[in-house]
T-cell receptor, first 115, second 117 residues
Framework: DTEVTQTPKHLVMGMTNKKSLKCEQH?????MYWYKQKAKKPPELMFV???????INESVPSRFSPECPNSSLLNLHLHALQPEDSALYLC??????????????FGEGSWLTVV | DAKTTQPTSMDCAEGRAANLPCNHS???????VYWYRQIHSQGPQYIIH???NNETNEMASLIITEDRKSSTLILPHATLRDTAVYYC??????????????????FGQGTELSVKP
């Protein structure tokens, strides 16, 4: 089982709303990731959690707030977003360790539209 | 992280082999080559990876040149369902960096492969 589950699949929110994207995996992976993907562009890394601690923040604006409440869950809290934040948000996870044991697996993504 | 260069787009006839090239001339000794693909509106899917030897699995084969400066992903019998963007990614294998940073993937622009009937 290499499943990473993201909810919701689609989200429309206003610029003053607060919403959250959720990601779950039950593969025992201890690294989890958020990526953002705009149309016709490659995914861009936003955050990396390693053993439930934030290890990388790629200079993401504070209106995006990640949270890793336990080793299976990863949230992305959204507040005061702009229309240009509309994108596909991808969650991923991997085991820790060297290749070949640390392949990264992606969820299907959450489509976010900010109006 | 080493950079990769891929053609923007390629076409392939259904049933024929698709050969997708990737240049990674600045790759270092502790970096692996990974291939992912992304079918429209889906999450990226892992295909294969390698260090210096050629690799094969049920999806594809990976040929890495002896100097490791380039590689080729081969889909032996392309089908319409293989139409996707294919990403060649160089990824660090240093254990300390991985434990600290989770072995992140940094995507380049990729190759848009169109398999035609």
């Amino acid at each position: 089982d290499t499943e990473v589950t993201q909810t919701p699949k689609h989200l429309v929110m206003g610029m003053t709303n607060k919403k959250s994207l959720k990601c779950e995996q039950h593969m025992g992976h201890r690294a989890m990731y958020w990526y953002k993907q705009k149309a016709k562009k490659p995914p861009e890394l936003m955050f990396v959690y390693s053993y439930e601690k934030l290890s990388i923040n790629e200079s993401v604006p504070s209106r995006f707030s990640p949270e890793c409440p336990n080793s299976s869950l990863l949230n992305l809290h959204l507040h005061a977003l702009q229309p240009e934040d509309s994108a596909l948000y991808l969650c991923a996870s991997s085991p820790q360790g060297r290749p070949p044991g640390n392949t990264i697996y992606f969820g299907e993504g959450s489509w976010l539209t900010v109006v | 992280d080493a950079k990769t260069t891929q053609p923007t787009s390629m076409d392939c006839a259904e049933g024929r082999a698709a050969n997708l090239p990737c240049n990674h001339s600045t790759i270092s000794g502790n970096e692996y080559v990974y291939w992912y693909r992304q079918i429209h509106s889906q999450g990226p899917q892992y295909i294969i990876h390698g260090l210096k030897n050629n690799e094969t699995n049920e999806m594809a084969s990976l040929i890495i040149t002896e100097d490791r400066k380039s590689s080729t992903l081969i889909l032996p019998h392309a089908t319409l369902r293989d139409t996707a963007v294919y990403y060649c990614i160089v990824r660090v294998a240093d254990l300390i960096m991985i434990y600290n940073q989770g072995g992140k993937l940094i995507f380049g622009q990729g190759t848009e492969l169109s398999v035609k009937p």
